[in-house]
């Protein structure tokens, strides 16, 4: 069974509790080029906006990895990104990402997908939510 | 923290960045997306897309510091969001030169939006990319 409405509203289990380190602020701040940001270095360090995506992205496994869906990363393109933060991620916090997909429209073998990761601390603080609009785009049957 | 002056229609500080393919194998690792279509020509092409492109994400999270670099405290981003509209594609050789521009669109109640505009051989890549930021 691909994707279809029948699965708006469904939700993963939470990740595995991910630490943020400064090895990993510095090499995610690096990667865009952006490693001389006095904020990103030193001893405590926040990460900068977009280090979301590191956890979002371990929330979107639970979903490539669902049998009922059929999808795959690499039949996905990346239609629009929203984040909203109530504060930036430090080195030191614990995080762990909840992914619920909120909307499904398909139309044959394409299927536009909404989700949302909330992320939070494991002591329960929100920190940000991570929506995403994805097009995929099943095997040609044969 | 001292509070930043914003104005409606001020324009901030631009600046570019050429992404080559060894950035993007750099990002793959940062983020932990590891899709083909970012490092594999071959990959790329069974999409149909004319060679490997950039993360969306890359290019995304490089505009926003010119955000970032306004406002000092990255901690005042409060929301941004982008559609990518058109992947960037990025010569094994040559690489893709990002020109990132933003100017502020809108204050109201100690926040600024600040729109920025993402173009990659004079196309814009990003569209209704916005960001707020917390002015106090």
Redesign the interface.
């Known amino acids: 069974m691909p994707i279809s409405e029948a699965h708006v509203g469904r939700s993963y289990p939470a990740t595995a509790p991910y630490q943020v380190s400064r090895a ?1 602020i510095t ?2 701040a ?5 490693a001389d ?1 006095p ?2 270095t030193g001893e405590s360090p ?1 990460a ?3 280090f979301a ?2 956890l979002s ?2 929330a979107w496994a639970a979903m490539f990895d669902d049998p009922d869906l059929g999808l795959a ?13 109530s ?2 991620l430090r080195a030191g916090d614990e995080v762990v990402a909840v992914l619920t997909i909120d909307k499904v429209r398909s139309r044959g073998a394409s299927a536009i997908i909404g989700i949302s990761v909330q992320l939070s601390t494991t002591g329960g603080e929100d920190v940000c939510t991570a929506a995403s609009t994805l097009m995929h785009t099943a095997e040609e049957a044969a | 923290m001292t509070a930043i002056e914003a104005t409606e229609g001020q324009d901030l500080p631009g600046f570019s ?1 050429l992404l080559t393919r060894v ?1 993007l194998v ?2 793959a ?5 590891y ?3 970012h490092y594999s020509d071959t ?1 790329a092409a ?2 149909g897309l004319p060679g490997v492109i950039a993360h ?3 290019t ?3 505009a ?2 010119l955000v ?2 306004w406002a000092g ?3 005042r ?8 509209t058109r992947p960037v594609v990025v010569d094994a050789v040559d690489g893709a030169r990002l020109e990132v521009a933003g100017r502020v669109s809108k204050v109201e109640d100690g926040v600024a939006t600040v729109t920025l505009e993402v173009t990659c051989e004079g196309q814009k890549v990003l569209g ?1 990319a916005t960001a707020e930021v917390r002015l106090d």
């Open positions: 990993k090499e995610f690096a990667a865009l080029g952006d940001n904020a990103y926040v900068p906006p977009t995506v590191v992205s371990a990363l690499s039949r996905t393109v990346h239609v629009d990104q929203e984040f909203a933060w504060r930036p | 960045r950035d750099r990002y690792g940062a983020s932990t997306d899709n083909p279509i990959a069974a999409l969306g994400m890359l995304m999270g490089t926003l510091r970032t670099d405290d990255p901690g981003v409060l929301s941004y969001q982008v559609r990518f209704a």
